[in-house]
């Protein structure tokens, strides 16, 4: 699997895989999926050369990370980068966002994972007064002194979070909504990211299910699935949500793009293509709740380039159906 690296991520001295796993289906909020499930989507991944997983303390509240730490456990010098999340554990105010909590949660998180160093550690879609708390970052800068974890980025709603996270000097990541639905970093958190050297991981790739091509008008999600419980935003931001999308809308969507996949690939394999080729993105995480899934997910990095035509054409159709909607909202 080609390889790219997130140069502010030196100090870990690691390139990852383009195609990575993110890891929240393995926790909760997707349905029910079972340990064996888990581990046999993480050893799927990783034998189809993903290298980069993203979890987060939250996801079933340290299942997730205790599930990859297993998987980690198991497969001893497998060379993988394990990002994870923190700050959603608590009320979301400014004002939990302390180097004590931070020690706290990321000693949690190293218990959850068995390992002494966090490999990445990411603010979790904090609020935005966090993004330019200069002692939230000095908290994670102590961190790193600690030796608690190797680095730090952030998870952003937000361009304009994105974007004054990337001022920062010593986040080395960017996690942020990225996909055929939801092309607004396109124009000004990529270029930034990449001319300051920050990695970007692109997340909610799929738009939670809705561009690998299988749901219709009669789809239906259990009621521990976000995309039956968080369709309006009631839990979470709605952004998390198939992007944000109104769900007819983004049917509509994905049946114009329908015709351009072609044999040899699939829906879901040319949205994650399209991503990969976004410059200045470094690692797209999508998720499988099966391990079929995730060896489909990681075989889209050897898939040529969308051709010109193609992008063309995804652009024409977000431009057309999709922009009004979102575009200004995140």
Avoid at 123 to 137: E, G, I, Q, T, Y
Avoid at 214 to 229: I, K, L, N, S
């Amino acid at each position: 699997m080609e390889q790219r690296s997130f140069d502010r991520l030196g100090r870990l001295g690691r390139h990852v895989g383009v195609v990575g796993l993110g890891a929240w289906q393995l926790g909760g909020d997707w349905g029910q999926v079972s340990e064996d499930a888990a581990m046999a989507v993480l050893a799927a991944a990783v034998d189809a050369g993903v290298t980069f997983l993203d979890t987060a303390d939250v996801y079933g509240d340290g299942r997730s990370e205790q599930l990859i730490g297993r998987f980690l456990r198991e497969r001893p010098g497998s060379g993988l980068t394990v990002a994870t999340k923190l700050g959603r554990r608590v009320a979301q105010t400014p004002q939990a966002y302390t180097l004590d909590n931070f020690r706290a949660w990321t000693d949690r998180s190293r218990t959850n994972l068995g390992v002494d160093t966090l490999d990445l550690v990411q603010l979790h879609c904090p609020p935005s007064a966090v993004f330019a708390d200069d002692r939230v970052f000095d908290a994670l800068d102590t961190l790193v002194g600690e030796q608690r974890i190797a680095g730090y980025g952030v998870s952003v709603e937000t361009c304009d979070q994105a974007l004054t996270a990337i001022g920062r000097p010593g986040v080395a990541s960017v996690q942020i909504i990225l996909n055929a639905v939801r092309h607004k970093p396109l124009a000004r958190v990529l270029p930034a990211a990449a001319a300051a050297g920050v990695g970007i991981i692109a997340r909610v790739p799929l738009a939670s299910g809705l561009l690998s091509g299988r749901y219709d008008e009669h789809t239906t999600f259990p009621a521990d699935d976000h995309r039956t419980f968080n369709r309006h935003g009631e839990s979470f931001d709605v952004g998390e949500t198939f992007s944000g999308v109104d769900y007819d809308l983004g049917l509509a969507a994905v049946r114009r793009l329908a015709p351009l996949v072609g044999d040899g690939r699939t829906m879901a394999q040319f949205a994650l293509r399209w991503i990969l080729d976004q410059p200045g993105v470094t690692v797209v995480i999508p998720g499988a709740r099966n391990a079929e899934q995730a060896r489909r997910n990681a075989a889209a990095a050897d898939l040529p380039p969308l051709t010109g035509a193609e992008l063309s054409t995804v652009r024409q159709t977000y431009d057309e159906l999709i922009r009004p909607q979102v575009h200004d909202r995140w």
